[in-house]
């Protein structure tokens, strides 16, 4: 049996963020992935960093009035973070932090957009609300039905396929192990610690197993968060979502901004190469065996959601239409029933904590930065008590060790 501080469980961003954050504090890291590293929905997505308060927010907004104002905050500890991001890695992650533009094309929408303005002004986070003539003005590819903006001079993209591996490089120097192709296949609290008991190469009759005993617990594993935390004996309300993105062919670079839209699904923005990528939060299908969904299986595509998507992308920005879309793919993730994240230690089972669930990419740095102090130091962050497992501890008033 091998002997670690913590084993993390899953090899996406949150997860390789945090083990270089513990392991640069000398602290020993196991890191064990089904799969390869990235390969999930941290790999899988646009690249878009959301500092506003984003569409599927808003429209929640009755639902989470309490919940919104902490999200502020934390999304300034978000953008202080990237801003330093590249240095701290010290590699190109294909960053871009040129400025995003929430877009509204009736009267409802651009009152929507003036009730966002007055909430994330009020709570520090700078944005300008912009006439159709201002909004046109900046960003002259819009299209004429816009007739608002919301201006964020912070929100941009970095690339998703570089951003965890170096991550996982940077931990991985710092003497944190790795086990992909590995999965976990249970977790027991035995004493003050935990066992946990992996396959490598499951699917292969020679599979090996993998025993590991560690302090501490970090289930990262996204969208199958609530499948690990039912071998800790414990309810996870995360739930498997499928999405899907497109890019086109590349053209000389004229879409300098993160383009989003306040009442309609959309995010749209071009990288170095020339390519845009298109999405914003369009539906592809889980696949299902026997009414349920197949886990380790890939997201099917919507043809008549990829038509819409393509539809709004090209509306708002109509150079779009005139581009040959060269590929799309889907990703799934995981979102919880409030639409915000799960990140903390789990009360019912001390030395498990979780991080899942709401904005993974643009936040995931910062939540294995601080669930990495709050590891350390055993003290909960205060930025992170919002999104504490303990508002769902009434499903697990039976559960835990």
Known sequence: ?????????????????????????????????RGQLNAGASGRNAGSLHFQLEHRLIHNETHLKAQLPHLIPLTLAAIEQWNTLEDELSCDIGLSMSGGVMVAETSEQIRLLERKAKLENRYGLAVEL??????????????ETVQAALYCREEGHCNP?????????????LGADFFTDTAVMGLDKVGAGWNVSSRIRPGEKASERLEIRAEKVLNASGAWAHEIAAMANIHLPIFPVALMMSVTEPVPVFLKHMVQHVGRKLSLKQVEDGNLLIGGGWSARLQQHAGKWISNAPAKLSLDALKSNLGVASEIVPAVNQL?????????TGVTADQLPIVGQVDQTPGF??????????????????LSEEIL????????QPYSPARFGHVNMYMGN
């Open 377 to 384: 130091t055993g003290l909960p962050s205060e930025a992170l």
């Open 324 to 332: 040959h879309l060269l590929r799309t793919w889907t990703g799934i």
């Open 161 to 173: 396929r570089l951003l965890t591996p170096a991550f996982a490089r940077k931990a991985e120097a």
């Open 353 to 370: 904590y979780v991080a899942a669930g709401g904005s993974g990419f643009t936040f995931g740095p910062l939540y294995a930065r601080l």
């Open 130 to 143: 912009l006439s159709a003539e201002e909004t046109l003005a900046r960003a002259p590819y819009l299209g």
């Open 1 to 33: 049996m091998r002997n670690y501080d913590v084993a993390i469980i899953g090899g996406g961003v949150i997860g390789c963020a945090s083990a270089y954050f513990l392991a640069k504090a000398g602290v020993s890291v196991a890191i064990i992935e």
